[in-house]
């Protein structure tokens, strides 16, 4: 069975500085996409990232960068230049390639970016 | 484009009553799911529909829960009757169906219940 951890429940950073959420998940499966997702107080959840296993190289979207580590299992969320708006849950997710379309999430972790 | 719709966002019952949650996907998504939010955790999948079939409810408690997408659009998530641990938040999400699926799910704002 496949299974995400987030091992920091909250975390609270200066706005402008940069934070890094941390995420490990566990799989016997070699193709697979890695997710994080946000979810701000009283709003949607939405895809933030994506990172394909099979691709080496670490995706990016704007001011937020991944550190996939495949071999550790390990999946890492930078946030570069905090704002106020990127207080949120995060959550950390997985799922197989062209198996059943199942994502499973992690617990999360609450980031507040103090001004 | 209007994004995923759900109602109501908040209900408070007593315990033993019914309670439903509607939900309208996005245009064009014939995928759709409903996941369970228990407070401080990640949403976990409750029922996944393609089209009007439910492809997935391996995760749905049937003996109380129940759902349906009569005419693959939206869909209604019934709690017949609720439980004081049933509370907590009822995400809809959909998404393109799969083939082309890549992960990203457009969730709804959520229905937060309340049991007392």
């Known amino acids: 069975a496949q299974t995400v951890t987030q091992s920091q429940p909250e975390m609270s950073v200066q706005e402008a500085e940069t934070v890094t959420l941390s995420c490990t998940y566990d799989?016997?499966?070699?193709?697979?996409?890695l997710f994080w997702y946000k979810q701000p107080p009283s709003r949607q959840m939405i895809l933030v990232i994506r990172q394909e296993a099979y691709k080496q190289q670490n995706a990016t979207e704007n001011r937020f960068s991944v550190n996939f580590q495949k071999a550790a299992k390990s999946f890492s969320l930078k946030i570069s230049d905090s704002q106020l708006g990127d207080t949120a849950m995060y959550f950390c997710a997985f799922m197989i390639m062209n198996r059943d379309d199942k994502i499973i999430f992690g617990k999360g972790t609450r980031l507040h970016i103090l001004p | 484009e209007a994004g995923v719709v759900q109602s109501p966002r908040y209900k408070i019952i007593e315990k033993k009553q019914p309670v439903a949650f509607w939900c309208n996907p996005i245009?064009?998504?014939?995928?759709l799911y409903w996941y369970l939010q228990n407070l401080g955790q990640g949403p976990e999948l409750l029922i996944r529909?393609?089209?009007?079939?439910?492809?997935?409810d391996s995760q749905l408690p049937k003996d109380r829960f129940s759902a349906e997408r009569l005419k693959g659009v939206d869909s209604t998530l019934k709690i017949q009757p609720a439980e004081l641990g049933d509370s907590a938040v009822y995400l809809c999400a959909s998404s393109l169906d799969s083939g082309r699926f890549h992960g990203e799910l457009f969730f709804g704002e959520g229905s937060r219940l309340t049991v007392l």
């Open positions: 799989t016997s499966e070699n193709n697979y996409y």
């Open positions: 529909y393609e089209n009007e079939e439910a492809v997935d």
């Open positions: 245009s064009g998504h014939n995928t």
